[in-house]
């Protein structure tokens, strides 16, 4: 009788142990689910932020034929997204594909194209570049056709399927943020039981329209750089007939914006040409020289402003004109060379709005 008591003594105090276990690990579990939450939270915040700061003016006009601000794993792809595109006569969406490029993929990996659900209706079907670019660049045409060469029009349907181009033609037939959103939050309804689909975006949250993502137009319309500054301080009219920096052709041999140097994701104010030593560079217009000198990683440094804006003729190897000099359209400013952060003969361009911002690309200017 004892020792059934004292049995049940110790039964009633490893129960009471087990519950008081339970409750620490309800209280953990509370803990790390707290933690997790404030961690989404601020991750969330971050995220908004920088999407504030990487936001691009959405009423600037693009041009799909003028500037290209992608990575150099993207921009090895160039010939052979243009030859694809031209078999469907559409060569000159280039540009435009390989922005579509960086947004799906930055370039990277087996299947920068994405075009994996396209080909075969699952992911991972895809095992080579090649193979990604002939069917994504395939699916691009047959979208592109049916959204009668509405970019904006193509790019969501590229990302949504081809059902939102039913949907717009269903509900006013011109592509509109609204009507990406609505569709979004129809198809959110129909297959969130599946939970595949999540939230990325703030303002996707914000809508419930988390199927696809209903900011892809702009994510990849920021890749093409317009072709002016659309706030008046350097219109297409101020940048028509300008000189070439060099009297030899125009050789691009590093585009302006983001490029990826050394795995290290770096910004390009500027567009590289290639010269010799024997070349002279040349003012692509007139203007007053503000800075002629060297500085730095520009190395021998001639700038000049003009009306509305400033040009940077950087690396030169010898400098022909002082500070403060007034001089003529097509005036020699100095010598190609290779002085300042240089690895060989060329001359870095800049246009710019002021001397440390407002950098454009170069290359629509010279219809490059
Ligand atoms: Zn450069």
């Known amino acids: 009788m004892w020792a059934a008591a004292k049995r049940t003594a110790r039964f009633a105090v490893t129960a009471k142990w087990q519950l008081a276990t339970l409750k620490w690990r309800l209280i953990l579990i509370g803990i790390a689910a707290l933690v997790l939450f404030l961690v989404i939270l601020v991750v969330g915040i971050l995220d908004t932020l920088t999407g504030v700061q990487n936001e691009q003016p959405t009423d600037v006009t693009f041009n799909t034929a003028g500037g290209l601000q992608v990575s150099d794993q993207v921009l090895q792809y160039r010939g052979l997204v243009e030859s694809e595109l031209s078999k469907h006569g559409l060569a000159e969406q280039t540009n435009l594909v390989l922005a579509l490029m960086m947004q799906e993929s930055g370039g990277h990996g087996n299947d920068p194209m994405q075009a994996s659900e396209s080909k075969c209706g699952r992911i991972g079907c895809i095992t080579s570049p090649e193979e990604s670019i002939v069917y994504g660049v395939e699916h691009f045409a047959s979208v592109f056709e049916r959204a009668n060469r509405d970019v904006q ?12 181009i039913d949907y717009v033609q269903q509900n006013g037939g011109r592509y509109s943020k609204e009507l990406a959103i609505s569709f979004s939050q129809m198809m959110y309804q129909r297959v969130k039981h599946t939970g595949i689909y999540r939230c990325h975006r703030p303002s996707a949250v914000q809508h419930g329209a988390c199927y696809g993502d ?59 040409f290639s010269c010799t030593p024997s070349d002279t560079i040349h003012a692509v217009k007139s203007g007053t020289v503000i ?61 710019k709005t002021s001397e440390w911002s407002g950098h454009i690309d170069p290359a629509p200017v010279f219809g490059l």
Do not use: M
Request: some cysteine; proline content about 3%.
């Open 153 to 164: 029009l193509t790019l969501q349907s590229y990302n949504f399927g081809g059902g939102f």
């Open 291 to 351: 800075y002629s000198g060297n500085r730095g990683p520009y190395g021998n440094l001639v700038q000049v402003r003009h009306d509305n804006y400033i040009t940077a003729y950087a690396h030169l190897s010898r400098l022909g004109v002082q500070t403060g000099q007034q001089i003529e359209a097509g005036q020699a400013l100095g010598y190609c060379g290779t002085t300042g952060r240089s690895s060989g003969n060329h001359l870095h361009f800049e246009i």
């Open 214 to 272: 209903i900011e892809y137009v702009d994510a990849v319309l920021k890749y093409l750089a317009p072709v002016a500054v659309a706030d008046g301080v350097i219109t297409k009219e101020l940048l028509s007939g300008l000189r070439s920096p060099l009297a030899i052709p125009l050789n691009v041999t590093s585009r302006f914006g983001w490029r990826v140097v050394f795995g290290q994701r770096d910004n390009h104010t500027g567009i590289d």
